[in-house]
C-alpha cells in the first residue's frame, strides 16, 4: 500500500509542470484511507501507527498545499 506521503513522493519526482502541481489530487484509495482513519479517531478506536498514519497525511496535505499556491502565484491564478 502507498501511503499518502509516497503518493506525494512520487508527483513531485516526476517532474511535474506547475499546472499538473494546481491539478494534484489524491489517489481514490488515498482518499478512502484516510476517511478510514478518521472514522476510526472519531469512535476513538484508532491504534497508535493509525494516528501516526493520520498526522503523516495531514503534513504531506498540508506539503501539497503549500506547492499548489506557489504554482497558482507562479502562473497567475489567483490563489
Known sequence: MVN????????VTSGPSLQAI???RHSQTTLE??????????IEVITES?????REFQKA???????????????GLPT
Do not use: T
Open 33 to 42: 484511507r484516510v476517511a478510514y482513519l478518521m472514522q476510526r479517531q472519531i
Open 22 to 24: 494546481v491539478d494534484f
Open 61 to 75: 496535505d498540508y506539503f501539497i498545499e503549500q506547492l499548489k499556491i506557489r504554482a497558482r502565484r507562479r502562473l
Open 50 to 54: 493509525e494516528r501516526e498514519e493520520l
Open 4 to 11: 499518502a506521503y509516497d503518493e506525494i513522493l512520487d508527483f
